[in-house]
């Protein structure tokens, strides 16, 4: 089927106004592409300008005060409850040894072991015995009740994890049909 000079020439023209329309687009499309890096670097300077400061500024006022309360208080415990106890430990462990190494000592050198009235070992274990049990009471606090900071802390970052997760989901999931790209950017369609 051949076709007459005239559909020739109008198909040729209609070629070329593909591919005049083509190249238009693939201006276009770079245009677009330079638009969207500009808006992302200003999106940049408006996170680091207005975003970070403000995040940085309700930390300190908010979360911060929470924050050190809690430092501080595990600084306490060390400090107060922990050193202390973990010293007795350590200590009642080297009198043993050193009560151990006597008696090594005392047989060594003949003299024989003394073993005082087994009275006095039941009246001496049950004094000691109430000390530190009385000691031990005291230095157990009762539980407290409710959520702390640490908790207050968790759920935020929590709810804060979500709504990112749901954003991008949006984000990922909503129709921009002005978005479409071609996947062949540099062939010109065929007429």
């Known amino acids: 089927m051949s076709l007459s000079r005239k559909r020739k020439k109008e198909l040729r023209r209609l070629q ?20 969207a890096r500009e808006a992302g670097r200003q999106l940049g300077h408006y ?28 600084q ?20 043993v040894w050193d009560a151990a190494n006597d008696t090594r000592a005392k047989l ?10 087994a009275a006095t070992l039941a009246k001496n274990a049950k004094k000691y015995g109430k000390s530190a049990t009385r000691s031990f009471a005291a230095a157990v606090e009762p ?20 709504v990112g997760v749901l954003y991008a989901a949006w984000q990922t999931l909503r129709a921009d049909d002005e978005l479409w790209v071609a996947d062949d950017p540099l062939r010109a ?3």
């Open 16 to 35: 070329d106004q593909a591919n005049k329309l083509w190249a238009s687009q693939q201006v276009l499309v770079g245009e677009a592409t330079s638009v």
């Open 47 to 74: 996170s680091r300008e207005q975003v970070v400061p403000q995040v940085q500024a309700n930390y300190e006022k908010y979360a911060a005060p929470y924050v050190d309360k809690g430092v501080k208080y595990s």
């Open 76 to 95: 306490h415990v060390l400090n107060d409850r922990l050193v202390p106890a973990a010293g007795a430990v350590v200590g009642g462990a080297l009198s």
């Open 108 to 117: 060594a050198a003949d003299r024989g072991l003394s073993l005082p009235a």
């Open 143 to 162: 539980k407290r009740k409710g959520i702390g900071a640490g908790g207050v802390i968790a759920i935020l970052l929590g709810v804060a994890a979500a």
């Open 189 to 191: 369609p065929d007429a």
